[in-house]
């Protein structure tokens, strides 16, 4: 099963013989879904079913939509900006009176400037747009389905990375399982050699009490529970990634989960090796989440 990852990019472009249409969806990382339209200052209306459009594919992610209607090029029309072209005549007439030998200016030197001749704005009217809203939102549902599809491609990257740390991750679980193992006996029999030291030099000091307090120290330098559920929180990751879907928050969560483990093991840890191994599960669990953090 495959997850998906909330960046991607899609377009989707229409047309008919009176107009048209282009689609531009981006989609990029956010704790919840986001959706922001630009739709032609004629076409706001649709910003509704814009949005339960995207919402009925996509979970995640800030998701921008742009859309961009104008009349077939064909029936383009232009206009003149007589006011600017009276006035550069006007200027042209001034400087000819200064400068005689000046060559006069005609209407070819004219529209080489900008803003003398413009395209008239292609706003179709209400009845136009009822006529192609169809089609055009058949062209959104495309442009849709191309961008789960560039978020699933994306997504599956991710999801052999997060295989592949959570392999590394394994490993060093694994050994960090061997070290408790025998790390309490390597304690006690360094607390029992103190013991006996203190008990040789101060025999004012209660046997039993000590013993107690020994006990203590162990229980308290015991990291097997926390590797437990490092075990079970780490055989959880790999259902989830296997089973694939919307799994961004929770791989989330468990990743919190991984990290106050992985802490846990670090301040009890007794000696430097099961220190160090903590800390490379926190460079995991860190590397894990980061690459959650793009998961839908």
């Not at 009217?125 to 849709?144: E, P, Y």
Request: net charge neutral.
């Amino acid at each position: 099963m495959f997850l998906r990852s909330m960046t991607g990019y899609a377009k989707s472009d229409g047309k008919n013989e009176s107009a048209i249409w282009n689609w531009e969806i981006k989609s990029v990382n956010s704790r919840n879904l986001d959706i922001r339209c630009k739709l032609p200052a004629s076409c706001d209306f649709w910003e509704l079913e814009v949005c339960q459009a995207i919402k009925a594919k996509i979970k995640r992610g800030f998701v921008s939509v742009n859309l961009h209607i104008n009349r077939d090029s064909k029936q383009k029309k232009y206009k003149v900006n007589r006011p600017l072209v009276r006035s550069l005549f006007e200027i042209a007439d001034e400087l000819s009176a200064e400068f005689p030998n000046l060559n006069r200016i005609d209407f070819g030197d004219i529209v080489k400037v900008q803003g003398i001749v413009e395209p008239i704005e292609s706003i179709l009217d209400n009845q136009n747009l009822a006529d192609i809203k169809q089609s055009i939102f058949v062209d959104l549902g495309i442009a849709i389905d191309l961008l789960l599809e560039a978020r699933k491609v994306e997504g599956k990257i991710i999801q052999s990375l997060l295989r592949e740390l959570m392999h590394s991750f394994r490993v060093l679980r694994l050994k960090a399982d061997g070290l408790s193992s025998i790390e309490p006996e390597f304690f006690r029999n360094k607390l029992k050699n103190l013991v006996g030291g203190l008990l040789e030099n101060y025999s004012s000091l209660n046997k039993e009490r000590l013993e107690n307090e020994v006990a203590i120290i162990l229980t308290r330098g015991d990291v097997r529970e926390e590797l437990d559920r490092l075990n079970a929180h780490e055989q959880t990751i790999m259902g989830v990634l296997e089973n694939g879907g919307v799994i961004g928050r929770r791989l989330d969560f468990l990743c919190q989960e991984l990290n106050r483990e992985a802490n846990t093991i670090c301040s009890k840890a007794t000696t430097s090796e099961l220190t160090s191994l903590g800390i490379e599960l926190k460079v995991i669990i860190d590397q894990v989440r980061e690459q959650a953090q793009n998961v839908e």
